[in-house]
């Protein structure tokens, strides 16, 4: 099961200072579920789709008038997740990728995050998060399901990363 939307969401917690964050923004969000395969085999390929999949939304953006300067991707893993992460940041060429350790409980066990710049050289923003949920074996007690999500800060991307007025 794939599905996509574009939607207004509440920050519950104080948006952070500076422009493009506000209390109340846009995100365009990916989720993917299904069943598990040996060795994370789904979680693997459906957290990569989600990283190119984000990234052609970035490209297809450029020459409409944004540009997303010194793009990069951090791959997370709970250590027992390593080999998974390592494949996923193998399949992610062509951009800088930083493995790192995941110490964040609510992903379970991989999380991926995407930074640019903006145009104007402020410092590169996390315009892109996703990562792994137990959720849905959670929530079916079936633990074979996997489930994976993913979400761009889209008005952050229109507020901080317009280059021109096509």
């Excluded at 989720?31 to 990234?55: K, N, P, S, W």
């Excluded at 790192?100 to 930074?115: A, N």
Aim: net charge positive; with cysteine; charged share 20%.
């Amino acid at each position: 099961m794939r599905l996509a939307a574009s939607h207004r969401a509440v920050r519950a917690q104080p948006a952070p200072k500076g422009p493009g964050y506000a209390q109340h923004f846009r995100l365009f969000c990916l989720a993917t579920a299904g069943r598990e395969r040996v060795d994370h085999g789904f979680v693997v390929e459906h957290l990569v789709e989600h990283i190119q999949t984000h990234l052609a939304a970035l490209d297809r953006l450029e020459p409409n008038g944004y540009g997303f300067v010194d793009r990069g991707i951090r791959v997370l893993a709970a250590p027992e997740r390593a080999g998974a992460a390592d494949r996923i940041a193998a399949r992610c060429t062509g951009i800088t990728v930083v493995r790192d350790v995941l110490e964040h409980p609510y992903y379970d066990g991989l999380r991926f995050t995407i930074t640019a710049r903006p145009p104007d050289g402020g410092e590169p923003h996390p315009l892109i998060d996703g990562g792994a949920f137990n959720w849905l074996g959670t929530l079916t007690s079936n633990h074979r399901l996997a489930f994976v999500a993913s979400g761009m800060g889209s008005q952050m991307v229109a507020v901080r990363y317009r280059t021109s007025d096509l």
